[in-house]
């Protein structure tokens, strides 16, 4: 009977072994899946975040861009009545300069 007993331990034992063995295996499988998810669900955040970044920037650059076209028309404008000035005011001030140079 006793060594029944003994014999009956030792299979409690064995299987308690077992069970931490198995529970061990499994909690090893859970992190390493939990890390890969969490890497996965990171790289998909950082995807989503550098596309918003992305979006973002372009439509700051057509903004900018739409902002200019009426600076850039009236730059244009001042550029042509510099680059061609009206030749009746062309006229008066060189009658002008040359009346400066000529009654002295």
């Known amino acids: 009977m006793a060594a029944e007993a003994i014999s009956?331990?030792?299979q409690?034992?064995?299987?308690?072994?077992?069970l931490v063995k198995s529970s061990q295996e499994k909690a090893?499988?859970?992190?390493?899946?939990a890390q890969k998810e969490g890497g996965d669900k990171r790289d998909k955040i950082?995807?989503?975040?550098?596309?918003?970044r992305?979006?973002?920037?372009?439509?700051?650059?057509?903004?900018?861009?739409?902002e200019c076209i009426?600076?850039?028309?009236a730059q244009q404008i001042e550029i042509n009545k510099i680059?061609?000035?009206?030749?009746?005011?062309?006229d008066e001030v060189v009658n002008k300069?040359?009346?400066?140079?000529?009654k002295p």
């Not at 409690?12 to 077992?18: I, L, M, N, S």
């Not at 300069?97 to 000529?102: M, S």
């Open 54 to 66: 992305d979006e973002l920037i372009t439509k700051a650059r057509e903004s900018a861009e739409n």
């Open 28 to 33: 090893k499988q859970l992190l390493k899946s």
């Open 83 to 90: 680059s061609n000035p009206d030749s009746r005011l062309l």
């Open 97 to 102: 300069v040359v009346e400066r140079i000529v």
């Open 8 to 10: 009956k331990i030792k």
């Open 12 to 18: 409690a034992e064995e299987r308690g072994a077992e």
């Open 70 to 73: 009426p600076i850039r028309e």
């Open 46 to 52: 950082l995807a989503d975040a550098r596309q918003k």
